[in-house]
T-cell receptor, first 115, second 111 residues
Framework: DTGVSQNPRHKITKRGQNVTFRCDPI?????LYWYRQTLGQGPEFLTY????????KSRLLSDRFSAERPKGSFSTLEIQRTEQGDSAMYLC?????????????FGEGSWLTVV | LAKTTQPISMDSYEGQEVNITCSHN???????ITWYQQFPSQGPRFIIQ???TKVTNEVASLFIPADRKSSTLSLPRVSLSDTAVYYC????????????FGGGTRLMVKP
């Protein structure tokens, strides 16, 4: 499978704990994005990387959230001191920058439930 | 950012053609129009993308009038498995971060 891979697919954690999600983009895609989606809403942009550089961060990304993309390959999204409001599906996507009308491909998402 | 407006929901029956129209009055010159499909508990799946006129692939057709202020996604002969949320996005894809999802259109296909 050469699509965007995310893990874990589901995570249940207690409030206050830290969680980390991993995303493996499509090979050779140099752009990687993180979105968050809650029930009944469309995905909301969180941040994106071009290679290893984090170029844009949404105001939704509070100080408890940190994303990295070492070496410009896989990425991790860590949420510290989780709150119940963090419960959502976290989507990773990737694209190849130089394609006109570049298409963004999404992974299957990582569901987070904070109890 | 070009804002999009699309119907909240639509119902159809198996075998019918479904047309979902999206308004994007403030579309910019460099903006592309992209449609995604999303099933429950899955990530959005790219359906089709266009800049102007008509685009067709094995899944759908996308009609874009000359002024580009709207677009219509056409799904031929829908089946129950086409029940999903369909999102219309407008943006300069290269910018990546400019992709903004609205609420989408919930399509319900009935037998």
């Amino acid at each position: 499978d050469t699509g965007v891979s995310q893990n874990p697919r589901h995570k249940i954690t207690k409030r206050g704990q830290n969680v980390t999600f991993r995303c493996d983009p499509i090979s050779e895609h140099n752009r990687l994005y993180w979105y968050r989606q809650t029930l009944g809403q469309g995905p909301e942009f969180l941040t994106y990387f071009q290679n290893e550089a984090q170029l844009e961060k949404s105001r939704l990304l509070s100080d408890r959230f940190s994303a990295e993309r070492p070496k410009g390959s896989f990425s991790t999204l860590e949420i510290q001191r989780t709150e119940q409001g963090d419960s959502a599906m976290y989507l990773c996507a990737s694209s190849y920058r130089d394609n006109p009308g570049d298409t963004i491909y999404f992974g299957e998402g990582s569901w987070l439930t904070v109890v | 950012l070009a804002k999009t407006t699309q119907p909240i929901s639509m119902d159809s029956y198996e075998g019918q053609e479904v047309n979902i129209t999206c308004s994007h009055n403030n579309i910019a010159t460099n903006d592309y129009i992209t449609w995604y499909q999303q099933f429950p508990s899955q990530g959005p799946r790219f359906i089709i993308q266009g800049y102007k006129t008509k685009v067709t692939n094995e899944v759908a057709s996308l009609f874009i009038p000359a002024d580009r202020k709207s677009s219509t996604l056409s799904l031929p002969r829908v089946s129950l498995s086409d029940t999903a949320v369909y999102y219309c996005l407008v943006g300069e894809i290269r910018a990546g971060n400019m992709l903004t999802f609205g609420g989408g259109t919930r399509l319900m296909v009935k037998p």
